[in-house]
């Protein structure tokens, strides 16, 4: 099969899934053509059976800002017709599945496309009322729509109300990329002691995060017990933050550690991961940290409670509580076969659910279909 994907090249959940499904394609030795911007960053090195198209975006003075829509549906189609694909997959509804739809016009040939919808295009720019029908007429002429989450399908057939069907399949994580373990080789680069325990949140810093409610819920264990609390990413939030952490005296406890790579080395040392968001569609670092074996305390907030089964694999709070999470913290970090019967559950939990095979076999699946091959 010859698979042409779109997606955001940079750091974020549906540039890693877009980029990370197309490995496992290419991996199953069907043909994959990413076409973007920029190359994804997670195509840090050649695989076989893979193949970059960029898009390129001029400024043109007729314009107020380019026409990257027209530029990037241009290319599409153009890639179509030269490599003979058999199906796009676009990631976001606007603009991606309104350029494949396009691109499937200019090209000139019946081309299935499976749009994957990720959340910021539905639960941000779904509220926009001059996009909201954009929206609605890329889901519709789709083939195919995923989303990644049960919470992000309700939530799209409360703002959106398509009539089309969308089929949940969850993110996933490559297991060579995060492998469960625990070292604390790394406490010393940073800092950190050995007897002091380390919470994780990874984020864009945006202010729906709620990284304040993570920082008060460090502070309450740090009364208690021994800890650093990592903060890794960059964003709006950033220096705000910043500034809580130093009026509240935590300075010394609070590591702001910017963009980092090679994220599975953090989560090895790391003992609680955070995410306190008040909107969330799935919360891919989350089960990154998960898959390496951090046990995750989670608010109540769209698709983390789907991929934290409270009391079983970790722990949800209601959004802003943070004296529940740091009492649950507290629990964790205080009765070691707790920590450890929640933390089997949840590596069950995340091979039986999770798994990257099991995904793939998903989106497969449906490729398949789409072009009547099964």
Known sequence: MKIGITCYPSVGGSGIIATELGILMAERGHEVHFITSNMPFRLNK??????????????????????????????????INEYDLDVLHMHYAIPHAICGILARQMSGKDIKIMTTLHGTDITVLGYDHSLRNAIKFGIEQSDIVTSVSESLKAETIEIIAPQKEIVPIYNFVRESEFPTGYNTDLKESYGIAQDEKVFIHVSNFRKVKRIDTIIDTFARVREHVKSKLLLIGDGPELQEMRVKVREMGLSEDVLFLGKQDCMSNFYQMSDIVLLMSEKESFGLTLLEAMKTGVVPIGTRAG???EVIQHRETGFLVDIDDSQTAAEYALKLLTDD?????LRENMLKDIAKRFDSQIIADQYEHYYKKMIGDL
């Open 46 to 79: 050649p695989v076989p059976n893979i193949t970059f198209h960029q898009v390129d975006v001029n400024q043109y003075a007729v314009f107020q800002y380019p026409p990257y829509d027209i530029s990037l549906s241009t290319k599409i189609a153009n890639v």
């Open 303 to 305: 698709g983390i409670q």
């Open 337 to 341: 076969a707790l920590y450890q019967l």
